[in-house]
C-alpha cells in the first residue's frame, strides 16, 4: 500500500512550488490506490501560525487534493523525545556548545584554506572535564546527530537514479537547538516511519537532506527496536523555475490566491503541473484519471521545470472552453441557461468573463453609429425580423435575397446593432437568447440613430 505525504511548514501560504510538491504526492498515492498525507511541519512554534494551517488545508480542498488523513508535528513531541533519548543512548546523537559565531568562523577559515564547510566535530574531541565545564559556564548546548562515516549512503532516487554520498563529506546535522526545539531532519524521519509512509517525493533541494535521514532512518530502526525495515522509497523532483530559468522570487509567492483572482480553474493549474518538468505534453486535461494514468516519475526531467504564465492561461482558456454547464452554473450570473453559457463559452478565456459577455443578452449594449445606408438596411432587417427556431438564419437568408449583400456588409451591421460589438458569440445563438422584442428594439434603435 503507497503512502505519501505533503509536508508544509505553516509559515506562510502554499506557493506553486509546494502545490506542484503536494499534486505530485497526491498524484503518487492515488494512482496506486494508496493514501496521501498532510503532515504540518509546526515545530517552529514562534514561526507557525494557526491562519496559514487553514489556509493550506483551504487550499488543498481548491486543488481537489485533500488529504487522507491529517497529522501535526506539535502534537507528536514526545515521539521525538523518545527517538531522541534512543539515539542518544546508542550513540548517535551529541551535545554541541560552539555559537553561531564560532561556526560561522569556522566556516570561513576552511574556505579560506580551500577546504569544504563542513562541521568539524570539535564537540565530540571536548574531554568530559571540557564538557562539564562548559555546562558550568552556562553555555547553552545544541545536539548533532552523529553520522557514521563507515556506513557509506546510497540509494536508488525515482527520479535522479542512483545517488551515492560519502557520509565524511558532510556535517553532523544539528537537530535539536539548545532552546530544546527541533529542526526539521529528526521529526520528519521519525514520522515517516511511524506513519508508514512508503515514498518520500519532494524537491531537489531536499537532496543533501535525505542523505542524512537515510542514516537517521537505520539509526531508528536499530536504537528502537524496530523490526529491520528499508527506509521509504525516495524521489527529487528538480525545482520550478520561472520561464527565464532562475528561480524567481515572484514564484515563492504566487500561490491560489493570485490564480482565483486571475481566473485560473484549478483543474488548469493541476493540468499544468502535472506534467511541467516530464517527458510528457503539458495538455488541457481535466479528467484526473487520465493525468493519473499517465503519471510516471520514470517521465520526470532532472532539468528545471520552467513555470510559463502564458501557458498556464493557455490551458485555462481551454479547460474553460470544455466546461460543462452543470459544472459552472452556481458561479454564473443569474439568467445564464445552458444555451448560453454555450453561445457565450468559446468567447471566455475565463469563466468570470461570462458576465460581461452576457451582458450583450441582456443589455444595454453600447451604440454604435452607422452610415446612412447601413441605418437604412439594419431598418430593414428590423421589419424583415421574424420569430422561429433559428431566426439568424431566417433573417439572414431573406436580406441577402431582398438587399444584395452578402458576406461581412450582410452580417457586420446586424452584429454590431444587435451586441454594439464587431465580434464576439455566434449569432445563431446568440440572437435566440436576445429575444424577438428586444432584437427588434435594438435594430430600431441602430436605425434611426
Ligand atoms: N517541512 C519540510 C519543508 O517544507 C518538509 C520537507 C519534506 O518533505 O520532508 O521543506
Redesign the pocket.
Known amino acids: 500500500m503507497v503512502a505519501t505525504r505533503f ?3 505553516p509559515t506562510g501560504r502554499l506557493h506553486v512550488g509546494n502545490i506542484r510538491t503536494a499534486l505530485h504526492n497526491w498524484m503518487l498515492a492515488k494512482k496506486n490506490g494508496g493514501t496521501f498525507l498532510l503532515r504540518i ?1 509546526d515545530t517552529d512554534a514562534e514561526r507557525s501560525k494557526e491562519e496559514y494551517v487553514e489556509a493550506i488545508r483551504a487550499d488543498l480542498a481548491w486543488l481537489g487534493l485533500e488529504p487522507d488523513g491529517e497529522e501535526r508535528q506539535s502534537e507528536r513531541l514526545e515521539k521525538y523525545e523518545a527517538a531522541f533519548e534512543a539515539l542518544k543512548t546508542a550513540g548517535r546523537v551529541y551535545p554541541a556548545y560552539e555559537t553561531a559565531q564560532e561556526l560561522e568562523l569556522k566556516r570561513k577559515i576552511q574556505l579560506g584554506r580551500g577546504l569544504p564547510p563542513i562541521y568539524d566535530r570539535g564537540a565530540l574531541k571536548l574531554s568530559d572535564e571540557e564538557r562539564a565545564a562548559k555546562e558550568a559556564e552556562g553555555i547553552a548546548t545544541h545536539w548533532r546527530f552523529k553520522l557514521d562515516h563507515d556506513e557509506p549512503i546510497s540509494w536508488h532516487d525515482g527520479v535522479r537514479g542512483p545517488q551515492k554520498f560519502d557520509p565524511a563529506t558532510l556535517s553532523d546535522p544539528v537537530i535539536r537547538r539548545a532552546d530544546g526545539s527541533w529542526l ?1 531532519m529528526l521529526p ?1 524521519a521519525v514520522d515517516d516511519i511511524d506513519m508508514g509512509i512508503t515514498h ?1 517525493l ?1 524537491g531537489e533541494d ?1 537532496v543533501s537532506n535525505t542523505a542524512v535521514q537515510i542514516q537517521m532512518f537505520t539509526a531508528l530502526y536499530a536504537a528502537q527496536h524496530e523490526v529491520q525495515q528499508n527506509p521509504p522509497e525516495l524521489a527529487h523532483e528538480a525545482l520550478l523555475v520561472g520561464k527565464e530559468g532562475k528561480l524567481s522570487k515572484r514564484l515563492g509567492s504566487l500561490g491560489c490566491d493570485a490564480f482565483r483572482e486571475k481566473g485560473i480553474e484549478p483543474e488548469a493549474i493541476v493540468a499544468m503541473l502535472a506534467r511541467l518538468g516530464t517527458s510528457l505534453p503539458v495538455e488541457a486535461i481535466a479528467d484526473r484519471q487520465l493525468l493519473l494514468d499517465t503519471f510516471d516519475l520514470s517521465t520526470f526531467g532532472r532539468a528545471p521545470a520552467k513555470f510559463d504564465d502564458a501557458e498556464l492561461e493557455r490551458v485555462n482558456t481551454a479547460i474553460v472552453h470544455a466546461m460543462t454547464f452543470d459544472a459552472v452554473k452556481d458561479r454564473l450570473p443569474e439568467g445564464i441557461d445552458a444555451a448560453g453559457w454555450h453561445a457565450i463559452q468559446p468567447n471566455l478565456s475565463t469563466v468570470e468573463e461570462a458576465g460581461e459577455w452576457w451582458r450583450l443578452v441582456t443589455g444595454p449594449i453600447e451604440q454604435v453609429e452607422f452610415s446612412d445606408e447601413d441605418r437604412e438596411y439594419l431598418a430593414e432587417a428590423a421589419d424583415a425580423l421574424e420569430w422561429g427556431d433559428d431566426p439568424w438564419h431566417a433573417v439572414t437568408a431573406k436580406l441577402k435575397d431582398s438587399t444584395g449583400r452578402k458576406g461581412k456588409a450582410l452580417f457586420l451591421p446586424l452584429r454590431k446593432a444587435l451586441t454594439g460589438m464587431n465580434h464576439g458569440p455566434d449569432m445563431g445563438e446568440l440572437l435566440p437568447l436576445i429575444g424577438e422584442e428586444e432584437a427588434r428594439a435594438r435594430l430600431k434603435t441602430a436605425a434611426n440613430l
Do not use: L
Open positions: 509536508a508544509p511548514s511541519d526539521y520528519s518520500v519532494r531536499h
